[in-house]
């Protein structure tokens, strides 16, 4: 059993692929909400140093509680432990093609997470900042998820089954999603991400939540 540390489901798009990795892949695990932007956040992050963000990953072992709180980490992590769960593809070439995409999620895609951070409470609203280069972004989203479904032949990123690539970039579906940014390079794929029942149920959790955090909710 896993334990893992997260923050709120409706902006929280790091903890949305940490938990996605365990939930999507069937691996048992208890959540934590440590809600961001809070004086509770802040101790939990004095406890836990040099961990400094959620999510975070945490198991016992030989005695001791081992912990993880990087989301690439942790997805190589849980690989290395579960080999039969699927979390990388088999064949070297898809999961050649999954760890591209999973690196350009923790790496790039800048200008989309810094004008459209996650809120599943957009309602589908453009930004009134940055939005040209947001939209250069979902160009480059599109054009990255065609590439690697005629790489690996699809319909998942990394060939016939969800994986770690799919959970990196199911907050960036949703991104697209609720700031009206969908196009035709890239609704058929947001569709079917967000469809997948563990997002389905992760986007869920977070539109029940009635918190609203000013930070993101003020964003023009």
């Known amino acids: ?17 940490g938990w996605l990795l365990l939930e999507a892949f069937g ?22 140093a040099p961990a400094w963000t959620v999510p975070m990953l ?30 990388w593809p088999a064949g070297a070439s898809d999961r050649a093609v999954a760890r591209i995409l999973a690196a350009e999620m923790h790496a790039g895609i800048t200008a989309l997470r810094t004008h459209c951070p996650m809120n599943f409470h957009r309602g589908g609203r453009p930004p009134k900042e940055g939005r040209a280069a947001a939209e250069a972004d ?13 790489e690996t032949g699809g319909p998942w990123l990394a060939g016939r089954d969800f994986s770690a690539a799919d959970a990196f970039m199911a907050p960036l579906a949703t991104r697209i999603r609720d ?18 029942p563990a997002v389905s149920a992760w ?14 909710e003020s964003v023009p």
């Not at 059993?1 to 692929?17: D, E, F, V």
């Not at 048992?28 to 440590?34: A, C, G, H, K, T």
């Open 1 to 17: 059993m896993y334990g893992l540390t997260i923050g709120q489901k409706a902006y929280s798009s790091w903890s949305m692929r």
């Open 27 to 48: 691996l048992p695990f208890s959540e934590r909400l440590v809600r961001l932007y809070t004086p509770e956040f802040d101790a939990w992050r004095l406890d836990q």
């Open 58 to 87: 945490e198991w016992q072992e030989g005695g001791a509680t081992r912990r993880v709180w990087d989301t690439l980490a942790i997805a190589e992590t849980l690989a290395e432990r579960h080999p039969e769960a699927g979390i």
């Open 138 to 150: 979902v160009a480059r989203a599109g054009a990255l998820w065609a590439w690697a479904i005629a």
């Open 179 to 196: 700031y009206g940014l969908l196009s035709p390079e890239t609704e058929t794929y947001v569709s079917l991400v967000l469809d997948h």
């Open 203 to 216: 986007v869920g959790a977070g539109l029940a939540d009635p918190e609203r955090l000013a930070v993101y």
